[in-house]
């Protein structure tokens, strides 16, 4: 992953998914139980969605929320950045 990303999308490959949300998850799992959550730089750029400078449960949320509606909308999908801007 070089330094262009697509938020969300902590593996980089070019999708956000279940595999995003479940590595931000066990990631964060691991920081909130005092662990080194295994993160390079470029995977917790794409990771921190709201750009709060912490990845957490929020992150976690968006990036969830983010991929049911992505699963369910066919038309006019809006990026990430977007989506999260209405809620």
Do not use: C, H, R
Request: overall charge negative; hydrophobic content about 40%; glycine content about 4%.
């Amino acid at each position: 992953m070089d330094d262009q990303f697509l938020l969300g999308d902590v593996n980089g490959d070019k999708q956000i998914n279940a595999v995003d949300v479940l590595s931000v998850l066990a990631y964060y799992a691991l920081i909130f139980t005092d662990k080194d959550g295994d993160y390079n730089q470029q995977q917790k750029k794409p990771a921190d969605v709201n750009n709060d400078g912490a990845i957490n449960a929020v992150d976690v949320s968006n990036i969830l929320a983010y991929y049911a509606y992505v699963s369910t909308t066919k038309e006019n999908v809006a990026a990430l950045e977007e989506y999260i801007k209405t809620k």
